[in-house]
């Protein structure tokens, strides 16, 4: 049996990031670039205005009040036609190229429009390059503005549309396959009988692994038979991660760790000292890489959280592929009944300024009930032996 | 001018959740419920056993070591059929009904295994009631387990799997119309000429809208004149929510707002005491909601998250609107220029249990390229004249 830490440790070190494909840019949200990008433009483009007003040379403001003859009048995607030379000025909007010849931009409400005349008074001195946007302040041609590994979020959006990359090249999400295991399971659309339940695992775990891009197919539910699961495995096998769910306790009715190895899976781990969660096998067939995950609700939950999240992160190619962990304030006490590390649904919340903890109320990994009160899994430590209110604790805020 | 407290607020007050609809349940994460759930079963639906083990009486075990005669052996998803009565044992699975008669179940591990004479020896005597969690413990039939206006993350992907809803009442995403105005702007898939740039704001934009599930439809880019807007304008009236990027600074070139007038919209402001983004106009036309956001990049992506973020997670009747908004260590000093709110992208981290947040370096409103740096919003208040190192200020965390 290893330690929490050792196996997630082991999960990013034997995944690798997936190929890369080209995609269009405006799909490509949440996804990490696979490769770094230039700017092939200057940004500005010109020296631009950063106000409406008029284009000046500073020189001639010195002693304002002054009045100067307007030449030409500039809106934002038309190039301005004349030199300003001394004593003149053009009148200029936002975003518009600044003329050649003038060194500053004077705003409208530090001017007086004297139209009439074709002339304007500006009635304060400026300072030579105020309001004007240097070419290429912001980016310049050939300058690399995002990297390889970079998580494309709005704003990366923006730039690849700035810089005209209307195609780009990310690591791809995995396509993952989850078989739910179990005599005791029918579908949704069934009412179960008495000694049945509802398949719930299955749809919770695909929505914990679509909700980060990856490209989920239900494979269904196998009844607890060597047969059943192996023949439904070489499904998965066509996947770049297989999730099982149940099947890996230790009852003579949990197939599917002996099923694995019939398969001659490569096995990295199969106990993890955590609670809920321990029969937890990590393993790897051909390219495949297989979860089984246990059959308690919660302990599903939660073992994709630590184990299979951070293995689609390292897929897509993220260079952090883990959720961030913080500390805060425990607002009832817990008493811990064994050394094993384990994570608790819990409610996190920003009070005063610090963040408080409880943990939700529960009755065990089966009740999946208790985690929709949940925003957070806190962490008992394995060396901790009671947590007392106001101590400060890990917490990993989930989504 | 108003502040950008009372402008969020007025969003907030004008804007009701729009209709509701029937979906399939698999495809509601992300959506908010429109209606209260009852469960369909008891879960457990019977006492289950949570252990691998043999189902007892407890008052047998007191004189433990004792053998017991095994009677029957119970996987989960089937019935037992033997009551187990003094002297009895029923081999039991994790997940499975506890046999009439039986009060406890005692795991493998505190057993010995006789089964050439179909007997058990029970190791350690054991309390009533272990290892069972009893009928209807988690959730009961005609129990509310989910409510109206609760987000649908895995865990209630889950609970709806469990219960049996494949058609769950969500509120709808709105459907968004964006559009570009600018004669300086070209698609991305051109070349700009030198007084031209690429549209940016509108894939932004559209990325910050489709990140929270909203239906978006790049209506395009149009030119600075009236007829342009008011005809793109009109596409967009089929739209719950229709944001214009650009046109709406003071120069005469800025015609988005007098063409809302033209149509007769509802303004609810038109400028807020903002740095980035002065310039927004909100209004209402018909059941369309207008968005004039200012054109420059930045200013752009930031009046989207304090203004548009909270209508469309109102419209998705979702009861928290607003993002989390936590305090952190400054790490930079800051200078603050002018009296009016102002929101700076900024880096966020968390160093020694310690949030701690400094702007990032731009050059101003245009500089998009900046905000690929930054995970946060820092809000420097109204009345704050210089921020020093250490101080303590509000950040938004941005995903």
Redesign the interface.
Known sequence: MISVDTAIKIVEDTIKPLPVKTIP??NA??FCLAEDMQS??D????N?S?M?GYAVIAEDTANAPVELTVIEDI?????PTKKVSHGQASKI?????VPAGADAVVK?EETEDLSVSNRVKILRPIDKGRNI?SRG???QVGQK??CKG?PV??????????????QVKVFSAPTVGIIST????VD?????S???????????????A??MHAEVDLLGIV??TKEEISSMMQWGFRKDILILSGGV???E??LVGDVMKDFNTRIYFEKVALRPGKPVIFGKKDTTFIFALP?N?VAS?VTFELFVYPAIRKMMGFTHVHR?T??ASLETEILVKRKRREYRPAFLR?HN?TWMVSPVEW??S???????M?NSLLIVREDAERLVTGQ?VDVIP??
Chains 1, 2 share one sequence.
């Open positions: 840019f405006e949200l949440g092939d433009i940004m500005p483009p010109f631009r950063a409406d809106a934002a995607g038309h190039m909007m936002t975003g518009a190229a409208f946007s302040e912001d980016m503005v995002l970079m979020r709005s704003q990366e959006i923006g730039i690849l549309a700035t810089i005209g990359k209307s179990g005599d005791e399971l949704v659309g069934l009412k179960p008495v000694a049945q339940i509802r398949n719930s695992n299955g749809y919770s775990l695909a929505a914990q679509r909700r009844k607890d306790s230790m009852g009715y949990d059959g609700p939950f961030t913080l500390q920003m300024n009755h065990g089966a009740d999946l009930l208790a985690t929709t949940a400060l989930l989504e």
